[in-house]
């Protein structure tokens, strides 16, 4: 059970994160192709565009692939709660010159697993569904599992990884606080208070030994050196995304490659500000200012929608002060490579006698 | 320069973290005879009790033998913090009737690396000489040179590691933030920001890209697949504390060792309430109630004075509540063992081929 290689059907223990924002089925099929498990996330597409790179990956690859999809709840719109945090950064909205967005939220979200996104998984079969934030419902989960696929989750506690083994999931990806991007946290009631979150080296062993299923190593596993310490510790196998946001495959902003790769990449937090949800990212402006983590943002992923305008705003004028640059604690390993080069230089790290 | 083992004359790349309130020289003794480097902390000894030590040392081993001191710089007492901090902890004073403690503060204390320590080293040469917070004056540290010594000091960022080579560090431990205990941070002027902290993963191998020195590895490092994993991202050593925790060398509080063998050692975090500097411990309740960070907290090392009698009033009842219960993200590798057997268990992860 432990071969997870040979259970996904990949050549190299090698899961590229998925990236939602600044990735679609171009990097996914390149890590396939090169033996890795490429990964498609989905929460951000919409029912037709997630045909639409399902129809891509089929083309592009005959390997393995993973889909990434969200299963949170989504909140209730709080309009004083919205309204307070608008206030809050008013400011800004003042000094861009730009109108209050209004109220209530519009535009791009992020929506959870749904029995339409089933739907459209039925006809392709994807060999691995994998779920931050948790797992979806009881009868979807079987769905899926109905399809072929394996069903892998996130756990960012060794609670969360048992409650993922006894609720189903068939591989636990353990999420080490370097990872960047968004904490898949879901057992945890307080999103503020991060205390519960552990390094790689410490929350990875301990799931280990605490289920009977694969474990997946992230954050923080640059290079081929952390691939093979991850997998001194017990790790199956590796998920990583920063080492592939600069890749030729990856449409991440000129700001964001710009800030990857500067000496800005040596500082990340984890921020609340952008979505609702604590998150990785390089620290910037709006991250200084108010805090990474403040209580006044609302909840996940409504939050998005007051600083969108900012972000856009700003970026127009090449700052990237109010966006999101997801980033790992350890951006050594970004290289402006082809996808298919990366895993090859992490692989190495596989094949060592260990 | 890397082969490590060799430099520190020990047969095992283990060092014993140097665990001051926890430890004496029994287990410097015991680690040091069993092949790994055992350490000293001497911050909370006076000269007299320095002087004790260094000769149960001399007798206890001929093996190479680490001192660990700090070197901060002592804030000046400020009777205005104190008194607003006395202020918040009152409703405690009044719950377990005990008086508020005098002002000024007195008692047990952390002194800095001084010209007197060094005076008293000199007779007893010690292989290495660690430093937590940075490293003392030039002179200072050109004496302990003088002396034959190796000099360690801690680097919790890559800026750190970079300054403490400059500045004459012979090895470095790069301490991620799974690490127990204090944090070694210096360059920081905010000590209420931690974003700069990363977990080892990530901190290993950025520092041991940007160093030429050594590299030490500690955070999270529990067993023998941890010094493996360690050893794979480049480190030359591993320094590992919380594994000792328990051992009968150690006189660790029967409420610390009850904490450590219990769930509760699963939900660590970095606290100054305890001390006025950052440190990794179990949560308690005065963590819980008052946030492990707090601004209002007096300097490094002065806060513990308004916290002492509180924590021996509640100890005397066998409630931890107030007790800084320092332990790593990873308090799987406790075990009441013998320190030797613990450093041979460890000893199996440098071993294996790689």
Redesign the interface.
């Given at each position: 059970m432990k071969a997870l290689k040979k259970f996904l059907g990949i050549k190299h223990p090698i899961i590229q994160s998925p990236m939602a924002g600044v990735q679609r089925s171009a990097l996914a099929i390149a890590v396939s192709n090169a033996g890795g498990l490429g990964s498609l996330p989905c929460a951000m597409l919409s029912p037709a565009e997630l045909h639409s790179e399902l129809t891509s990956l089929r083309a592009g690859t005959d390997k393995p692939v993973n889909l990434n999809f969200f299963c949170h709840t989504p909140p209730e719109p709080d309009a004083q709660r919205e309204a307070a945090w608008r206030d809050l950064l008013a400011p800004y909205y003042d000094e861009f010159a730009i109108p209050q967005p209004q109220y209530p939220p519009s535009g791009s979200t992020r929506a959870p697993f749904s029995r339409e996104a089933a739907d459209l998984l039925q006809e392709f079969r994807p060999a691995v569904v994998s779920f931050h934030f948790g797992l979806p419902s009881t009868d979807l989960v079987a769905r899926v599992k109905a399809m072929g696929s394996l069903v892998l989750s996130t756990a960012t506690?060794?609670?969360e990884a048992i409650w993922l083994e006894k609720h189903g999931a068939d591989a636990i990806i353990a999420q080490?606080?370097?990872a960047g991007g968004h904490r898949g946290i879901f057992l945890s009631n307080d999103l503020l208070d991060l205390?519960?979150q552990?390094?790689?080296?410490?929350?990875l062993?301990?799931i280990v030994?605490a289920v009977r299923v694969p474990v997946i190593a992230a954050?923080?596993?640059?290079?081929a050196?952390?691939v093979?310490?991850?997998l001194?510790?017990?790790a199956s196998a590796v998920q990583i995304g920063t080492a592939f946001l600069l890749c030729s495959e990856v449409f991440t902003t000129p700001i964001h490659r710009s800030a990857l790769k500067s000496e800005a990449a040596?500082?990340?937090?984890?921020t609340n500000l952008f979505t609702g949800r604590p998150a990785r990212g390089i620290?910037n402006r709006i991250m200084k200012e108010r805090g990474?983590i403040s209580a006044a943002v609302p909840a996940f992923p409504l939050a998005g929608a007051a600083l969108g305008p900012l972000r856009t705003k700003a970026e127009s004028l090449g700052d990237g002060g109010f966006s999101p640059l997801w980033c790992?604690?350890?951006a050594?390993g970004c290289a402006e490579l082809p996808a298919a080069e990366v895993v090859r230089k992490l692989a190495a790290g596989a094949s060592?006698?260990?």
């Open positions: 506690t060794v609670e080490g606080l370097e205390t519960s552990m390094g790689t080296f410490a929350l062993p301990q030994r954050g923080g596993i640059a290079n050196r952390g093979a310490a991850a001194a510790l017990g040596r500082h990340t937090a984890i620290v990474p790992g604690q350890n050594s060592a006698p260990r």
